[in-house]
């Protein structure tokens, strides 16, 4: 309150320099300015409903301010006829001219003009002002004997009449809380506003910025009208304040969100980041650039392991890994396209006295989608030996999306010719053996990268070697070893072209010196590698995860065997 009291001291001495005195009543709160040369009477009786007699230079002019006070609000009408009825003054106002509403610094009035003759025959100009504030009701009257220049005093008067009701303590209250939720605004909002620059988040930051400057504002007003401010205007803007202060934005879970994707330091927290709080444009930029600087990271391992190694699909690759950099998308549909060409010759070969089984039974399309699979499970473990999985990811889809990296894989399955028998036969006549028709696989890749005319690719033949093993003697588990070794070729050759032989080589194969000699041998038991592949498999498609890893373990063995040996008994082109 002390500053307040400053100002008004200041207020007021403008207002003399203007040769205006300020003349309060404390007991029936209302104000006016007296114009320059005019003297007063105050009447500091509370009982008074005369307060303040005003007079000009001459005494030609005179102005009496009535107050009262009643129980209830006040009726202006009943007010006015009380007045004028002579009950209030007194004394007779004269006879009237004319009457008007009138509405004084928002207070409602009534204004009548009378005339009065003195004994002498003078003419008296009555102006009487009839105001109500609420319980209060005001009354000014002036006589005076002159004409313009003594309204225009008049007039500045009324002008300058301000009643200002003491707030009732309900009122206090609800002006307090206002204040106080602004102030909480006000510091809240700071707060929120600066921890929004590091995040740099623009609508966050704006919507912050406005609700401290609606707080300032807000509290500025209350302070400069203080006493005109209504309990309905505090309420509501309170209302405004709360609202907004609700609504706004908190940058504390976005600063966590980032210093736990910081934490991990992997393309998956970043990229997670980035898809929940894009519009945090410092820190998405940042988690971009962490990002490319671990794809970086992940080329820069990979060109090593290729250094010397150039093939098509070793620039595939490369090209690859240029894209999800750019794009961010980094899950590689594996497209497959199979043709079962396999001829039944089981007629023909009677005609030997020779029991030949047919093989199509064993290559139906829902076998082939679980040896697709087993490709694609491999090919993502290969990668992933240099690679994390949220870099790079391998899923068999049957529609790929055009914006995604393809490996188009094509095979076709055909008879290739040869007829095997069981070795444990070989001393019995061809006429008592079982005997299984060779087939061959025809395979080809072509890796498809979006927004690139390049297309890179590879071909090749597969057939089963001359002896092969199986895991039991049925026909389909005989024709499984063909197609497990069929389909093992072809991730091996992959492996191998793809620069990855030496990492999946270290990850498949164990080498030990056993008598000065050199030991390979098949990491079967290893998590890492026949659980990794089923679980893979497993999430694709639902299955078991202990069929999936039984079904796998044969096809794995063929790579690890291949790739322990790299001694391929089959013909490979490629085709940039």
């Avoid at 003697?473 to 992959?494: I, L, R």
Wanted: charged share 25%; aromatic share 12%; glycine share 6%.
């Amino acid at each position: 309150m002390r500053y307040k009291a400053v100002i008004i001291v200041l207020l007021s001495f403008a207002k003399f320099g203007n040769g205006q005195q300020a003349l309060t009543d404390p007991t029936y709160h209302f104000s006016f300015n007296l114009p320059s040369g005019w003297t007063f009477q105050q009447f500091d009786s509370a009982k008074s409903f005369i307060r303040f007699e005003c007079f000009n230079t001459d005494s030609s002019a005179v102005m009496e301010v009535y107050a009262i006070k009643a129980e209830n609000s006040i009726d202006l009408n009943r007010f006015a006829n009380f007045v004028t009825s002579n009950e209030l003054l007194g004394k007779s106002l004269g006879r009237l001219q004319d009457s008007s509403k009138v509405l004084i610094n928002e207070i409602e009035g009534i204004k009548k003009h009378y005339v009065q003759r003195t004994r002498r025959g003078s003419r008296i100009n009555v102006e009487a002002l009839m105001l109500v504030k609420k319980k209060y009701g005001y009354v000014i009257v002036s006589r005076s004997f002159q004409g313009a220049e003594t309204k225009e005093a008049f007039a500045q008067i009324i002008e300058s009449f301000k009643v200002q009701l003491p707030r009732s303590f309900f009122s206090w209250l609800i002006l307090l809380g206002f204040i106080g939720v602004c102030l909480y605004g006000l510091g809240l909002g700071s707060k929120r506003t600066i921890a929004w620059i590091q995040p740099l988040n623009w609508g966050a930051l704006a919507y912050c910025s406005l609700v401290v400057i609606f707080c300032f504002a807000a509290l500025a007003s209350t302070y400069l009208a203080f006493q005109k401010i209504s309990l309905w205007v505090s309420l509501l803007t309170g209302a405004i304040v709360l609202l907004g202060i609700r609504k706004m934005p908190n940058a504390e879970p976005v600063i966590k969100a980032y210093d736990d994707a910081k934490k991990k330091n992997t393309a998956g927290a970043y990229r997670a980041f980035c898809q929940n709080y894009k519009s945090s444009r410092r820190y998405y930029k940042d988690a971009k650039n962490r990002m490319h600087h671990l794809m970086d990271d992940v080329v820069k391992k990979y060109k090593g392991f290729v250094a010397k190694h150039d093939t098509p699909i070793v620039r595939a690759c490369l090209a690859m890994f240029e894209y999800i950099k750019k794009t961010d998308n980094f899950q590689v549909a594996a497209h497959y396209t199979s043709q079962n060409q396999i001829k039944d010759q089981t007629e023909s070969y009677k005609s030997r006295g020779w029991k030949v089984l047919t093989a199509s039974p064993a290559f139906t399309e829902n076998k082939n989608r679980k040896r697709e699979r087993f490709i694609t499970a491999l090919i993502n473990f290969a990668f992933h030996r240099i690679t994390p999985e949220d870099i790079l990811g391998f899923s068999t889809v049957k529609s790929p999306d055009a914006n995604q990296i393809i490996f188009e894989i094509t095979y076709s399955i055909t008879t290739s010719g040869s007829i095997y028998s069981r070795t444990k036969e070989e001393h019995l006549p061809d006429d008592k053996k079982t005997m299984f028709t060779g087939v061959e696989f025809k395979w080809s890749l072509e890796i498809k990268i979006p927004q690139q005319r390049d297309r890179y690719r590879f071909s090749f033949e597969s057939k089963p070697a001359k002896e092969f093993s199986s895991r039991g003697e049925g026909t389909d588990k005989v024709y499984d070893a063909m197609a497990a070794s069929a389909f093992s070729d072809f991730c091996s050759v992959f492996i191998q072209q793809s620069g990855l032989l030496p990492i999946v080589h270290k990850s498949l194969i164990e080498v030990s010196v056993e008598n000065g000699q050199e030991k390979r041998s098949f990491k079967i038991d290893s998590k890492d590698i026949l659980q990794g592949l089923a679980e893979f498999a497993k999430t694709e498609e639902g299955l078991d995860l202990n069929e999936v890893a039984q079904e796998y373990a044969g096809m794995v063995h063929e790579v690890a065997s291949g790739i322990a040996n790299m001694d391929f008994s089959f013909d490979i082109s490629f085709d940039d």
